[in-house]
């Protein structure tokens, strides 16, 4: 194949690609709509639903019912086996002890048995929201 066939061949081939290069530049200049809020609800039940209920008093799993959690001394949901470290903790839930229990909770309490953990501070903060209003 002589070259001018070639490159003739080429940009036979390159023409579509080259004609929508334009349009595709141009909509790359457009922003990206932002991501919507996740679902806290549907968030808690992912996240924290396989072991833990939310209605106060409900059925605990293996961690205690979360409705209520603000405000309530830790590790005292009658009839609920805590671990040692737990069982003897002498604080109330808030923000900020939630805050560092869903970040890390052995670092809270040593030998906690909560294998969970969330790197996002965005995450926990909608999980922790949410749960203060739930009564």
């Known amino acids: 194949m002589s070259g001018e066939l070639m490159r003739k061949g080429i940009y036979i081939l390159l023409w579509p690609l080259l004609a929508v290069l334009p349009v595709a530049e141009a909509w790359a200049q457009f922003p990206l709509p932002p991501p ?9 039940r992912n996240q924290c639903g396989t072991c833990h209920v939310l ?16 405000g309530r001394k830790a590790g005292s949901v009658p009839g609920l086996k805590y671990s040692p ?5 002498d604080f ?8 560092a229990w869903l970040t ?28 203060r209003e739930q009564r």
């Open 36 to 44: 919507s809020a996740p679902d806290p609800a549907a968030l808690f």
């Open 55 to 70: 209605p106060p008093g409900g059925a605990a799993r293996q961690g205690p019912p979360l409705g209520g959690v603000f």
């Open 85 to 89: 470290g737990l069982a003897k903790a």
């Open 92 to 99: 109330i839930w808030d923000a900020a002890r939630l805050d």
């Open 104 to 131: 890390h909770p052995q670092a809270v309490i040593p030998g906690a048995v909560m294998l969970y953990r969330q790197a996002n501070a965005a995450t926990r903060k909608t999980i922790i929201n949410w749960l």
